[in-house]
C-alpha cells in the first residue's frame, strides 16, 4: 500500500524567478526513497483538493530533508500555487514514494553516466547526479541540459561546483549554441558528452516531450542499447489516436492486494475511472500515462493502452499496463495491484 504523510514546510529556496525548492520536515517520520523517484503531493486549492506528482529532487544520504523543485507552468494549476504562495502552505500531503527512474547496479557501475535534461526535468536527474557521485568512485558524469536562458538553469551554481561536465543549450543565448534545437545541435552535444562510443554508457532522460524524442532518436542512430536508457516523461507527446474499443459494458476482476473487487468498465471508461467510480483506492496521479503509479499486470485477458511513457517494452512485454490509459478488450480481464 503507498504510504502518506503529512509534513510541513524546513525552508524554501528560489532556484530562478519561477522555480522553488520545497525542503520538507517530516516531523521525524521515517522517509525512504531512491533518487530519481517522485511523491503524489495533495493540496486544497480554491476549496478543492489537487494532486499533482513531483520528483523528488534531493540526494537520499546527503540530504536531511526530501524535497522537491518546483518549476511554474502557464496554465499550471498546483504549480502556479506553489511557487507563489508556498511560504502560506502550512501542511502537505504527501503520498509515495513511487517510480523506477533510479539507477540500477549497471548504472552505478557504468563507464560513463550521461544526463539529458531539459527544463524542471532536471530535478529527479540532479538527484541521480548526486547519488551516483556519493556511491561511485571517480565517476565519469555529463550533463547535457537545454534551457531558455541562462537565467532559466535550475541548479545553476550547484552544476557549476559539482564537478559535473556540463553542456548547456540555450534556446535564447546571450552566447553559445542558439536558435531552436535540432537533432543536429542535440547529437553534437551528445557527442561532446562522450567523444568516443562507450559500451558501458548509460543515459538518463528527462524534459519535454519533444526534446526528449530528439534525444531518443539521437541515440538510436548511434546505436546506444535500449536497456542503457532511462527516461521519466513529466507530461506526455501529441494525444494518441484513440483506440478501438468494444462498445459494450465489460466486467473487469481487480486484484487489489488483498480483496477481490468485479468492475463494470461502461464503454470509453478506463479500468483506473471505473475502480475509482468503485471506491477502490487504486494510487494514481498524472491520469496521462507519465508517473506509473497506477501501474498493475494484466494476468487474464487482454485490455488496450492508449499512451505509455512510464513502463519499458519488456515491462509491457510482462503484462505491466498502466490503468488510467488501459481499456479492456475482452470480458475475462483481470489485473492485479500489489
Known amino acids: 500500500m503507498t504510504n502518506t504523510y503529512t509534513w510541513r514546510t524546513a525552508a524554501l529556496i528560489r532556484e530562478t524567478h519561477d522555480t522553488v525548492t520545497v525542503r520538507f520536515d517530516t516531523g521525524g517520520t521515517p522517509f525512504s526513497y531512491r533518487p530519481g523517484q517522485f511523491i503524489n503531493l495533495t493540496l ?7 494532486t499533482r506528482s513531483y520528483s523528488l529532487s534531493s540526494c537520499p544520504g546527503e540530504d536531511a530533508h526530501p524535497a522537491i523543485t518546483v518549476k511554474q507552468v502557464t496554465g499550471g494549476l498546483m504549480s502556479t500555487f506553489i511557487v507563489q504562495q508556498a511560504a502560506d502552505i502550512k501542511e502537505w500531503q504527501v503520498a509515495g514514494p513511487h517510480g523506477a527512474f533510479t539507477p540500477s547496479d549497471n548504472a552505478y557501475a557504468a563507464t560513463n553516466v550521461v544526463l539529458l535534461a531539459g527544463g524542471s526535468g532536471i530535478t529527479p536527474l540532479w538527484s541521480i547526479a548526486r547519488a551516483i557521485r556519493r556511491f561511485t568512485p571517480q565517476p565519469q558524469l555529463s550533463l547535457v541540459y537545454s534551457s531558455r536562458t541562462a537565467n532559466d538553469i535550475i541548479f545553476r551554481e550547484a552544476i557549476e561546483t559539482s564537478g559535473v561536465q556540463a553542456y ?3 534556446s535564447q543565448p546571450a552566447e553559445g549554441f542558439g536558435g531552436r534545437l535540432n537533432k543536429l545541435v542535440v547529437k553534437k552535444l551528445i557527442k561532446n558528452a562522450v567523444p568516443q562510443p562507450q559500451e558501458n554508457t548509460h543515459y538518463f532522460i528527462c524534459g519535454p516531450a519533444a526534446l526528449m524524442k530528439m534525444h531518443l532518436e539521437v541515440l538510436s542512430g548511434l546505436g546506444v ?13 501529441a494525444d494518441a489516436p484513440a483506440p478501438e474499443l468494444p462498445q459494450q459494458m465489460q466486467e473487469v476482476l481487480m486484484h487489489f492486494y488483498d480483496q477481490y473487487n468485479l468492475l463494470e468498465v461502461q464503454p470509453g471508461q478506463t479500468i483506473l475511472s471505473a475502480a475509482l467510480a468503485d471506491h477502490v483506492p487504486v494510487p494514481y496521479s498524472c491520469n496521462n500515462g507519465t508517473c506509473g503509479t497506477c501501474t498493475a499486470r494484466v494476468t487474464a485477458g487482454r485490455v488496450s493502452m492508449a499512451n505509455n511513457y512510464a513502463l519499458r517494452n519488456s515491462e509491457v512485454e510482462q503484462g505491466m499496463v498502466l490503468l488510467c490509459q488501459s ?9 492485479q495491484i500489489g
Open 168 to 170: 548547456h543549450a540555450l
Open 44 to 50: 486544497t486549492i480554491n476549496g478543492a483538493r489537487v
Open 327 to 335: 481499456y479492456p478488450l475482452t470480458p475475462d480481464v483481470t489485473v
Open 225 to 237: 542499447p535500449e536497456a542503457h536508457i532511462h527516461k521519466e516523461y513529466f507530461q506526455p507527446e
